[in-house]
């Protein structure tokens, strides 16, 4: 089965990707499957959004809604644990240090972290360390989080002039990344939520609104999604181009 990249764009609104300059990514949607329509969860925070990211539930039933990790109530395995009991590699690259926890400890085999998510170039070094990592060591599913969109529309305001231009630094980052990739990768990139002027975690579209887009060996060409997606479907999605279960219950 082919080996899947998963890259996050934190605080990326789907209207920000048609406003800014960013060919990589326009490439992408080209290349693959997207929508500009997915839908992100309530409340739309991070911590959250990630949660039910990799667990494929919402916020009601992980029962974390804000940026401060509480162990679930009634446990259950997520994306990282199912593919560890199925033999699988995983990696995770992230420069936001609550994301942590979003595997239990044991499941994964590599990670990278440095608090630089409020650097303006802080997402250069998770990504240029993830694509060494991947060309020398192919993991079967690999994280790559960029934080710095999502703290620049916190300190700037989303759709700012700096908002646009840290987003179109990122997609210069991506078109180095996705050039160095192996083309057996099968990668899949969406944002966790939007935001509107400094903030996000309400059900505005603003915040709830985000680009979701797949590229692989095995993924429709061009090919526009008409069905409602949500955060949700990622772990599913993954699991199926990995040859594994899913996470449940």
Known sequence: ?????LIMLDGARPD?????RCPALTSLRERGSSTLKARSVMPSVTLPCHTSIF??????????TTNIFTPMARPLPGLVEVARAAGKRTAFFYNWEELRDLARPGNIQYS???????????DDETVSHASRFIQ????????????TVDTTGHNHGWMSEKYLKQLEHIDTLLAGFFESLSPEYSTIVHSDDGGHDRDHGTDLDEDMLIPWMAVGPNIKNGYTIRSQISLLDTAPTIAAILGIQPPCE
Request: hydrophobic share 35%; net charge negative; glycine share 6%.
């Open 112 to 122: 990278y972290f440095r608090d630089s998510s409020e650097d303006p170039d802080g």
């Open 136 to 147: 020398k060591e192919w993991p079967d599913f690999a994280f790559i989080y960029f934080g």
């Open 1 to 5: 089965m082919p080996p899947v990249v």
């Open 55 to 64: 667990h494929s539930v919402p916020p009601t039933r992980h029962g974390i």
């Open 16 to 20: 920000a990707l048609t406003t800014a």
